[in-house]
């Protein structure tokens, strides 16, 4: 009881709040308002800031908005933490407080209930606060940027990525850019994130594209191109690895450069890990892009990921694709140049798409007689070709011709020992 009428008294001392609207903040307190925020059975809303971070102070008028405000003040215990104060690192280190305006929920244990490190609206500050609280919503408390990026949280990236930005050291002197009221010689260890910054330095261009990616924000490719845009030399280490996590599908304005360039991203990936996300984009682009690609694309897109077979490979995948479409047409035209102009000798092919070509009674059946012919005389021995050849003339209306090469069919599979059953079926279905 003595500690929570200490925790109450210290709060009375703690506490302001701009001429009584908006949310009442205690300043720059942690362990007493987890302590009250145990006694209440609430959360504790932290809000980080500093002195000369811009977003931060535009952050007030959304404090000030009475829809925030009363739910706050309401749910929360909350908190305004200075960055720049003891605190402030303690902050730093223990809940990787990198990018100002940083956002937390906390439970009253101190486990990270809801993050949210970029400049806040007010619908973004009454969905974290209804987040927090939903018992059935759980978060991921990703890392932020200046000491883990995110990895992949994209389609395409079903691996995970080891080319990650390096680790910002606690209390290192680093560059604060993006904000007008920079004091001179800053001696700071935080990134702002200011979207209405008109010049920001490379590094603060680098750390936003990771913000956008962590965010699914559709910018992150513009502004990955933004901070490439002020390298001169793209194959440095860091650019390399920077690029392999932005060049996320085949029409990535990275893409060319990652293809022309895949020397450097061997020495710096590996060239295991660069062939697997090569392969991942490629194969997400012929089954899941829109609209599907055409032959001439699929036989590039295969020729990324294999020196030999690509050719053959692309016709197979087109043509498996036109059967799942049902496009049958297209389908028969296909198999006709194919067969014409890659490979006569696929009896696979010829088969299947003679079959379409009765079953649907499409036209192009003389040129796949003149296949199977061709077949025959290269003394290929398929009793399934003889008979294909067989249904071929009978729906030509050359039944007569038809019976007569199943007859000799049938007098050699005997004469051979060969199963005799489909010869026997086709000459009962068609007596």
Not at 37 to 63: H, L, Q, S
Not at 117 to 125: F, G, P, S, V
């Amino acid at each position: 009881m003595k500690n929570i009428l200490f925790v109450l008294l210290f709060f009375t001392t703690t506490f302001s709040s701009v001429e009584g609207k908006g949310i009442k903040f205690h300043n720059d307190i942690l362990e007493e308002a987890l302590a009250m925020a145990k006694a209440e059975g609430k959360y504790v809303f932290i809000d980080t800031y500093a002195p000369w971070c811009a977003p931060c102070k535009r952050m007030n008028k959304v404090f000030a908005d009475p829809s925030v405000s009363d739910l706050y003040n309401d749910k929360f215990i909350n908190v305004k933490i200075n960055m720049d104060g003891v605190l402030g690192k303690e902050m730093l280190v223990k809940y990787e407080v990198v990018w100002l305006p940083t956002l937390l929920i906390l439970d009253h244990e101190g486990n990270v209930k809801y993050k949210i490190d970029k400049e806040a609206k007010a619908n973004d500050l009454i969905q974290m606060a209804n987040n927090a609280l939903d018992p059935n919503f759980r978060f991921y408390n990703r890392p932020s940027f200046s000491s883990s990026p995110v990895t992949n949280t994209r389609a395409k990236k079903i691996v995970n990525k080891s080319s990650l930005p390096p680790i910002a050291k606690p209390y290192e002197k680093e560059i604060i850019l993006g904000v007008k009221d920079i004091p001179s010689k800053p001696e700071r260890i935080l990134f702002v994130y200011d979207e209405d910054a008109k010049s920001k330095h490379p590094d603060i261009l680098y750390h936003e594209a990771y913000l956008h990616m962590q965010l699914l924000n559709p910018k992150m490719s513009e502004s990955a191109s933004k901070y490439l845009k002020t390298q001169k030399d793209w194959t440095t280490e860091k650019n390399i690895k920077f690029i392999f996590d932005f060049v996320d599908n085949v029409n990535s304005p990275f893409f060319k450069f990652f293809i022309d360039n895949l020397p450097f991203f061997y020495r710096h990936i590996g060239e295991e890990k660069t062939m697997k996300d090569l392969q991942i984009m490629v194969y997400m682009r012929l089954y899941n892009g829109y609209p599907r690609p055409k032959i001439k694309e699929a036989i590039k897109l295969y020729g990324y990921i294999t020196h030999e077979g690509s050719i053959e490979k692309a016709h197979r995948y087109y043509m498996q694709r036109l059967k799942l479409e049902q496009n049958w047409e297209e389908f028969v035209h296909h198999c006709d140049a194919y067969l014409k102009n890659i490979n006569p000798l696929n009896i696979q092919v010829l088969k299947e798409s003679t079959n379409v070509k009765i079953e649907k009674n499409l036209k192009g059946l003389s040129k796949s007689l003149k296949r199977i012919d061709y077949l025959l005389n290269k003394a290929v021995k398929d009793t399934n070709l003889i008979i294909l050849k067989c249904k071929v003339l009978n729906r030509l209306g050359r039944q007569s011709e038809a019976k007569t090469i199943a007859k000799k069919a049938l007098k050699h599979a005997i004469k051979t020992g060969e199963d005799t059953s489909e010869i026997e079926a086709y000459l009962i279905e068609f007596s």
